[in-house]
Every structure is written in structure tokens, then in C-alpha cells.
């Protein structure tokens, strides 16, 4: 299976920055007794759950298919994919060690495929980084995050979706430990790439909007 991984968002906003991690290589319409073809229907289940906020069918999914990618490909895509999916749902569930162990695992899969600056390493650290922030380890947070901030910058440029969303949680850490200022700064590059993608009146922007405003309320004026 050739390199081909596409993200599609767990939930109902694509503003969300957490995502799952599909391999999107996988042909169609094959029969569903072959392990990738039974890996791609359980993850698309998992990922469709997620979007319903039923995380207990989702992580029921999410299982079997790590179980599927665990015994057919344990040294291909859909294993550390897997893995990133399942931390997700624990993670939207609050169960931050079992989250925190899977995403470790998926990074040390994805690190030693593709290199320490790949986009499927910093997707993963941008999960990750939400985990700790989570949690209230916010310089680990701030650690993950900005190193998913410089791949995503060098390998897609400042302007691109998935920079912009970094963007947005890392300026959401920095809201959480008042460094009003630095959050404004990074609110208003993630705006000014999402008005472009999804136009300026979205109302899939009021999330980010509302942190914008409350970081410019609160920010030292600028000289």
C-alpha cells in the first residue's frame, strides 16, 4: 500500500483540530473479508460514530479494527492510523493515560516510517499537545504544539488549513495561562487562513472568533 493518508474530522465542526486519520489508498467495492477492506469498514464506522458523539461504539470500532491492523499490517499505515483514532475517542472521553500511550505509539510508528518532520508527525504531536493541555501540562503542551506549528509551516506554508488549526489550540493554550497577547497573534493568523477557506461569515468560525475577542479584550496594547 503506497503512502496515502487523508484526515477527516472527528466531530461535527471541521473547525475541530482533532482529527482521525484514514488511509485513504484502500480500493473500494473489494470484499470485506480481506483485512484491509474489514480495517477501512470499521474505521469509517468509528470515524462516523465520533461525528455522533457515540464514542462507546466508536471505541467498539476503533478496537477491532486496531485488532485487524495489529495481525495484517503491523508494519504498515493503518496500525499507528489506528492507534492515533482510538487515542482520540479516549481522549474526547477524558481518559488521558490510555489516550497519552496510544498517540506515543503512533508517533514512534509514524517517526521511524517517514522522519521527525513529517505532517503525520505533527498531526499526531497536535493530538497529543491537546491531550496535555487537557491535563493542565501545558509547557509539555506548548512543546508538542509549536514543534507540529514549525513541520506543518515548513512542509504545507503558513497560509495552509491544518497550520491554521495548530494555530487556533495553541492559541487556546495560551488563553488558558493568560498570555493574552501571544493568543491574539496566533487567533488572528488562524482567522485570516480559515476566512479564506470557509469565508469570512462562517459560523463555523464563532468558536474562533469569540477566543479572538476575548484574548484582544485582554491583551496589552500593542506599540
Known amino acids: 500500500m503506497n503512502r496515502s493518508i487523508s484526515a477527516t474530522w472527528a466531530a461535527t465542526s471541521p473547525v475541530?483540530?482533532?482529527?482521525?486519520?484514514?488511509?485513504?489508498?484502500?480500493?473500494?467495492?473489494?470484499?470485506?473479508?480481506?483485512?484491509?477492506?474489514?480495517?477501512?469498514?470499521?474505521?469509517q464506522a468509528?470515524?462516523?460514530?465520533?461525528?455522533?458523539?457515540?464514542?462507546?461504539?466508536?471505541?467498539?470500532?476503533?478496537?477491532?479494527?486496531?485488532?485487524?491492523?495489529?495481525?495484517?499490517?503491523?508494519?504498515?499505515?493503518?496500525?499507528?492510523?489506528?492507534?492515533?483514532?482510538?487515542?482520540?475517542?479516549?481522549?474526547?472521553?477524558?481518559?488521558?493515560?490510555r489516550a497519552e500511550a496510544l498517540y506515543s505509539r503512533s508517533l514512534t510508528i509514524f517517526e521511524a516510517k517517514y522522519g521527525t518532520t513529517s505532517s503525520e508527525v505533527a498531526a499526531v504531536l497536535q493530538n497529543l499537545a491537546i491531550c496535555y493541555r487537557e491535563q493542565g501540562?501545558?509547557?509539555?503542551?506548548?512543546?508538542?504544539?509549536?514543534?507540529?506549528?514549525?513541520?506543518?509551516?515548513?512542509?504545507?506554508?503558513?497560509?495552509?488549513?491544518?497550520?491554521?488549526?495548530?494555530?487556533q489550540e495553541l492559541g487556546r493554550l495560551y488563553l488558558r495561562i493568560h498570555n493574552y497577547s501571544r493568543a491574539q497573534e496566533l487567533f488572528e493568523k488562524a482567522l485570516s487562513s480559515m476566512e479564506r477557506r470557509f469565508g469570512s461569515t462562517s459560523p463555523e468560525l464563532r468558536g474562533l472568533r469569540a477566543d479572538y475577542a476575548t484574548a484582544r479584550k485582554n491583551a496589552s496594547p500593542r506599540h
Request: proline share 5%; aromatic share 10%.
Open 46 to 97: 468509528g470515524t462516523e460514530s465520533m461525528r455522533r458523539k457515540d464514542y462507546k461504539a466508536a471505541e467498539e470500532a476503533f478496537v477491532r479494527a486496531l485488532k485487524v491492523s495489529e495481525l495484517s499490517d503491523p508494519k504498515g499505515l493503518r496500525l499507528p492510523a489506528t492507534l492515533n483514532n482510538l487515542a482520540l475517542v479516549y481522549r474526547f472521553e477524558s481518559r488521558y493515560d
Open 137 to 167: 501540562r501545558f509547557p509539555d503542551a506548548e512543546a508538542k504544539f509549536l514543534r507540529a506549528l514549525n513541520i506543518f509551516i515548513a512542509n504545507l506554508g503558513p497560509g495552509s488549513l491544518k497550520t491554521a488549526y495548530v494555530q
Open 16 to 43: 475541530l483540530a482533532s482529527w482521525a486519520i484514514l488511509v485513504s489508498s484502500i480500493a473500494h467495492g473489494q470484499s470485506t473479508t480481506k483485512p484491509e477492506n474489514q480495517w477501512y469498514t470499521l474505521s
